[in-house]
């Protein structure tokens, strides 16, 4: 059973910084492209940070330069590592892998950044 499990939200000041974790069971998580999305109130989901199973990585222009996705395949976990906060970034984040054309999410975890 594919599950996804993120955490490390929370509620952060402007310019701050978070570093999200999303642990992965269930699959063969080395051999996937790894993916952060969010969603804030009333928007889409949006694509944030994707990592290649090579490490390769790309970002959307409003978090280029202020975040870094990683990922640890011994430990299955994916991150995403936030600086320079802002409250535009106030969102609910997840955590995707697509298997087998399927897309599988976690439960999200809440970012909140305001003063």
């Known amino acids: 059973q594919v599950q996804l499990v993120e955490s490390g939200g929370g509620l952060v000041q402007p310019g701050g910084s978070l570093r999200l974790s999303c642990a992965a069971s269930g699959f063969a998580f080395s051999i996937y492209p790894m993916s952060w999305y969010r969603q804030a109130p009333g928007k889409e989901r949006e694509l944030v940070a994707a990592?290649?199973?090579?490490?390769?990585?790309n970002y959307a222009d409003s978090v280029k330069g202020r975040s870094t996705i990683s990922r640890d395949n011994a430990k299955k976990t994916l991150y995403l590592e936030m600086n320079s906060l802002k409250p535009e970034d106030t969102a609910v984040y997840y955590c995707?892998?697509?298997?087998?054309?399927?897309?599988?999410w976690g439960q999200g975890t809440q970012v909140t950044v305001s003063s």
């Open positions: 990592v290649t199973i090579l490490g390769n990585t």
């Open positions: 995707n892998a697509v298997l087998n054309s399927i897309d599988y």
